[in-house]
């Protein structure tokens, strides 16, 4: 199989946790390689891992919003998108612009169900 990989990961054996969901839903999972652009992760049940996430390794104090390149059987091939500090404040500063999102969703819907009553 050809290694179309943009650069060489580095072996590790990190401990990780990919959030799955907007609900904060999150996964245990092992980081088995690693580089700026990707990495090879290990879960329990690979089967309910989404197309993207949020991949938290504290080890390395980063965040990586990342996408699923491939799968098989317990492991997965991740491309990162966007790579960020792991600070509790970038993480409410999220948090909060999806809530800020929701709020106004839910106030237009409040608005068309009271203009249609």
């Not at 999972?29 to 891992?49: P, S």
């Not at 997965?76 to 970038?90: N, Y």
């Amino acid at each position: 199989m050809q290694d179309r990989r943009q650069g060489v990961r580095d072996k590790v054996l990190y401990g990780g946790v990919a959030e799955i969901n907007e609900r904060g839903s999150t996964m245990d999972c092992v980081v088995r390689n690693i580089n700026e652009h990707g990495a090879c992760v290990e879960f329990g049940a690979a089967e309910r891992v989404p197309e993207e996430m949020k991949l938290t390794v504290a080890r390395k104090g980063r965040s990586y919003l990342a996408r699923l390149i491939w799968r098989q059987a317990n492991k997965v091939g991740l491309a990162f998108r966007i790579m960020t500090s792991d600070t509790p404040v970038s993480d409410l500063d999220e948090r909060l612009r999806r809530s800020e999102i929701k709020k106004r969703q839910l106030q237009r819907r409040i608005r068309e169900l009271l203009g249609q009553g």
